[in-house]
């Protein structure tokens, strides 16, 4: 069964950094795509970074790019997402999923039902 967890949230003040972790267990995390989302109250889950499983390029949403920073470490099964210069409009619970690989592009893949996968989540708050 595939299972993924997410850690890492908290509370930060703007400017400051997070890094989410998502451990999978169940499947190795080498081949599949992987998938950063966010939800944040009143609003519809939106996509962050997607990582394409097939060749491990990498899309960032307009909103996060420059900041955030997704990554993969095939040893620990575990996929991060580094979040800097936190702003008080990234607070939402954040999601990680996973998916098998296919020819999508990283950027088409990166809509939530593009995933059958999910964690948990983890919340993210940006307040002073």
Request: contains cysteine; charged residues 15%.
């Amino acid at each position: 069964q595939l299972q993924l967890v997410e850690s890492g949230g908290g509370l930060v003040q703007p400017g400051g950094s997070l890094r989410l972790s998502c451990a999978a267990s169940g499947f190795t995390l080498d081949y599949y795509s992987i998938g950063w989302f966010r939800q944040a109250p009143g609003k519809e889950r939106e996509g962050v970074s997607c990582i394409r499983g097939a060749d491990g390029t990498t899309y960032y949403a307009d909103f996060v790019k420059g900041r955030f920073t997704s990554s993969r470490d095939n040893a620990n099964n575990t996929v991060y997402l580094q979040m800097n210069s936190l702003k008080p409009e990234d607070t939402a619970v954040y999601y990680c999923a996973a998916d098998f690989p296919d020819t999508a592009t990283a950027q088409a893949m990166c809509l939530p039902y593009y995933f059958n996968s999910w964690g948990q989540g983890t919340q993210v708050t940006v307040s002073s």
